[in-house]
């Protein structure tokens, strides 16, 4: 056979790595971050019992891992710039595997915090080096087929997460919950390792010490407060103050950003319209997403009497709707572009929400099943899409703020999401006065649901083929009569 016929051969599994395997080696990550921030909310009774304190304490966990993000997130791009995105990656796993070792032998509240928020260092880095790394690999027309199979197990991640954490803590130990993400790290690396030819493209500008401390206390006060008004192991009044800190501190890095050559975040990467407008949309429609792994599972064990392991087997139909996604995302794109396709899956999505709202336990499950299938389907549509439109208009050498702009932003409107979930249905149970009852559930899910749906709204005024570069979206040119 001679070389010159083996070329297609060599082009087509040249491509295959570069639009599957890589961003599903990436997602290793993004999984095991997604599921992590899930996976331990059923084991705090086993986990609180074993060190000795109460659940309600263990939540001060959820908090510090929270708060470990929301600290180093910005800063993960200058890392990734100054000593190669690549090499933090693999860092950040193994960061990740050390703090997960550390919690599984957390022999107090404190060790278990503290672990947790060693834990959260390592996760602050691997989801937005490795999509930095994804957008470095890849050419902007093939984006959207590397953003599909990327956010695959982000999504999948905070959905089987409450169903392998209640496998494991009833039927091994919630040690697991934990030693499970060893292999899947080692994996992780090995892989990155082997597969990973990226270009380690570096940058050797200087660190904007004062904007990292100021963007630490502005995000780290603004999740933590939030955490503390949806979860409230502390007096209310601590989550109120610190948020007041963390908007106070915005203010500043926003002056300081101004007045700095090299800002560690930099605003003005908000002029680009597509970026600004991929930022605002998944803001708004990740409100409702962060709120339904808070919501669906403690109304389907509060208020249908089901058990963790059988309300996780229920809201695991939804991982499935993100996998058949991957199917149709491309070619959606491609067919009708992204301001319409991003328009129907935003408000549709967000109506699926809140629909849930209208749940009771004689509701059937395979129809329960079924929206929350179609709902996972347009959830991993809108950010396949939404995702890879914020880097049409993004330069290589702007890839590393973009991702930590993006990541930033995730954190927190999933933090708010929590939180507004967490304040309806404490104003809902203090209106009837009565204990957390169903319908406050149902209040909550109208709620986060129609907030989502605005999200839809965001990209109408974007033209018809905005992005087109990334999408291969072409418009039909009007015929003259």
Avoid at 20 to 46: C, G, H, K, N, Y
Avoid at 87 to 109: D, E, K, P, T
Avoid at 272 to 278: E, K
Avoid at 440 to 465: E, I, K, M, N, W
Wanted: contains cysteine.
């Amino acid at each position: 056979m001679k070389s010159g016929s083996l070329e297609p051969f060599a082009s087509f599994s040249s491509g295959f790595l570069l639009i599957r395997v890589t961003p599903l080696i990436l997602a290793v990550a993004l999984f095991m971050e997604q599921m992590d921030s899930t996976v331990i909310a059923t084991s705090l009774p086993a986990i609180a019992t074993d060190i000795g304190t109460q659940p309600v304490a263990l939540k001060l966990a959820l908090t510090s891992y929270f708060v470990a993000l929301a600290i180093f997130i910005p800063i993960s791009g200058w890392m990734a710039d100054r000593f190669g995105a690549k090499n933090i990656f693999r860092i950040a796993i193994f960061v990740f595997m050390l703090g997960s070792l550390a919690c599984s032998f957390s022999f107090s509240l404190e060790t278990f915090v503290m672990s947790r928020f060693f834990q959260g260092i390592g996760s602050s880095m691997m989801t937005p080096v490795g999509r930095l790394l994804l957008v470095r690999s890849t050419p902007r027309n093939e984006l959207v087929a590397a953003m599909a199979w990327l956010t695959v197990p982000g999504l999948i991640g905070p959905l089987t997460g409450p169903l392998i954490g209640g496998f494991l803590t009833t039927y091994l130990s919630w040690h697991w919950i934990f030693w499970i993400n060893i292999p899947i790290g080692i994996a992780g690396i090995l892989l990155a390792s082997r597969f990973l030819h990226v270009k380690d493209e570096r940058n050797a500008r200087p660190i904007d010490a004062v904007g990292f401390i100021l963007a630490s206390v502005a995000f780290s006060g603004t999740v933590f407060g939030l955490s503390v008004i949806s979860l409230p192991a502390l007096p209310l009044v601590y989550g109120y103050l610190t948020i007041a800190v963390g908007m106070v501190a915005v203010i500043f890095y926003l002056l300081h950003a101004k007045r700095t050559r090299y800002p560690l975040l930099d605003p003005r990467m908000f002029r680009g319209r597509l970026f600004r407008v991929s930022i605002i949309g998944g803001s708004i429609h990740r409100i409702g997403i962060g709120a339904v792994p808070f919501l669906l599972p403690l109304m389907l064990q509060l208020g249908f009497g089901l058990n963790p392991f059988q309300s996780g087997a229920i809201t695991f139909v939804s991982a499935i709707g993100a996998i058949l996604s991957k199917f149709l995302a491309e070619r959606a794109f491609a067919w009708l572009g992204f301001p319409h396709v991003l328009a129907f899956a935003g408000v549709v999505g967000g109506l699926l929400i809140a629909l849930q709202g209208t749940f009771t336990p004689t509701t059937s499950v395979p129809l329960i099943m079924a929206v929350l299938l179609l709902g996972g389907l347009l959830r991993s549509i809108f950010f396949t899409g939404s995702n890879a439109l914020g880097y049409a208009d993004i330069s290589d050498e702007e890839a590393s703020q973009a991702t930590a702009i993006v990541a930033v932003a995730q954190q927190l409107s999933i933090a708010f999401g929590v939180a507004v979930a967490g304040g309806v249905l404490e104003i809902s149970t203090r209106l009837h006065g009565g204990p957390l009852a169903l319908a406050d559930f149902h209040t909550a899910f109208f709620v986060v649901g129609g907030v989502s749906a605005l999200a839809g709204l965001v990209s109408l005024r974007l033209p018809a083929d905005a992005g087109s570069n990334v999408s291969g979206y072409k418009a039909i040119p009007a015929t003259k009569e």
